[in-house]
Structure formats: structure tokens, C-alpha cells
């Protein structure tokens, strides 16, 4: 049991010093900056949300898909989810879980006002993303000799994402007048901003999949995804603890 863990911490400390200093600064710097916006809502969309009564579909169903598409937390995750998954069908499924997952969550959490703290929940996030990049390098099976199942994970973690929409949603105090057409909108919003996100992790894999390097550095993308997780998961519990 502890040969494997050796052997691949050895591995690990081999890529680390052949990884660029310049590339991982370029990702540390990029984690701790979106982390310390990732709580804040836009004062412009905040302040309009405020203003607003009624049914307002196309403004929820923008801010939904500009949540999506900004949310580096999101995106991560779903690119840990698609990376060693090649048909269509099974990237269709394992989005479909995930977006059932997240959509269930954030229209209850808002509808019934129970968030969790965003601390907290963006943590788990974080750890969601660590567990998808251990879950691709194999490390489950190795280790423990079992491997979880990975749709289950998928939609157990898409609640999680959810929880965490339903908290910056809520910080936007929108009005109760038109409050579920509203969410259902933003909730469009959220699934084309997965589309649009997916649309280029896709495209930008699809020509990597296509070179010699691609199964040589899978591993290597892999661990910096993993390293983000955790860099997540330390920003903010820091967060919490200190504020």
C-alpha cells in the first residue's frame, strides 16, 4: 500500500521541478486573485438586482450564464469531469448529472433562503476538484484498492456547486415579487454558460488529444488541477477563519 504512494510522490516531486516556475506563478496568482473577488457580487449587478421587482428573465438568464462562465471553481471541476472522456454520449451524461446535481440545490437553497457559508461551501468546491484530479490519476484505486463510482461522484458533487450558486445568489437579496420565474431563468443562464465553457474546454481538448503530448502531460495537468484544489481549499478556509 505504501510503495504506490511513495512512488508517486517521487513522481510528483519530478514533475514539480520540470514544471515551469513561470507557468505555476501565472496559476497561484490567478487562484488567489479570483479568490478574493469569489465572494463578492458585482457592485453593477448587485445594485440593479436591488432596484428591481417582477419577472426579469433575460437579465437572470444573463447574470446566470456570466456566474457560469466566470466561475473558475465551475469550470475546473468540469474539466477534471471531461478529460479522459472521448464520445459525446458519455460527456453528455456525466454534464447532465452534474447540471441536475447543481440546478437542484440552487433553486431550493434560494427558493426556501438556506445557504450555507460561502466560505465553507467554495472549500468543498475546492475539494470537489481535488477528488476529480486524484479520482483521474487513478489514485483511489490504487491506494484503497477500490474505485468510487464516478457519476454518483459527479451528481453528489453537482449538489455541492449548487449550494454554492444558491449562496451568491442569495447575497444578490432579489426581490420575492417574480422570484421563481426569475431563478429559472438564471438557471438557463447557468446551463448556457456550462454549454459556452464546455464548447471551448472542448475544443481546446480535442486539438491537445490530437498530439504526441497529450497523454505524456495528462498527468502533469492532472496534479496542477489537483494543486488549484487545494490552493482553493486554503484560500478559503483562511477566508473564513479570518473574517
Known sequence: MQVPFIEGME??????RR????????????LIESAAFAHAVAEGDKGYIQEVSGVLLLPFTYLGAKHMVTGYDHILFLFGVIFFLYRMKH??????????????????GVYFNFGINSYIIDAIIGGSIVYKALDNLGAF????????DTKIATL??????????????????ISPDGLLPNLIAFNVGVEIGQLLAL???LIVMGYWRRTPSFLRHAYTANVVMM????????????GYFVS
Not at 514544471?19 to 490567478?30: N, T
Not at 449538489?159 to 447575497?171: M, N, T, Y
Open 91 to 108: 460527456i453528455a451524461i456525466y454534464v447532465s448529472l452534474f447540471a441536475v446535481g447543481h440546478s437542484t440545490t440552487m433553486l431550493l
Open 199 to 201: 464548447s471551448a474546454i
Open 141 to 148: 484505486e490504487r491506494w484503497f484498492g477500490y474505485q468510487p
Open 19 to 30: 514544471l515551469s516556475i513561470p507557468v505555476l506563478s501565472a496559476v497561484l496568482v490567478f
Open 11 to 16: 513522481r510528483l516531486a519530478c514533475i514539480c
Open 227 to 238: 494543486t488549484a484544489g487545494f490552493v482553493l481549499i486554503g484560500l478559503q478556509l483562511t
Open 156 to 173: 453528489v458533487f453537482g449538489l455541492f456547486h449548487g449550494f454554492g450558486l444558491a449562496s451568491k445568489i442569495i447575497d444578490y437579496e
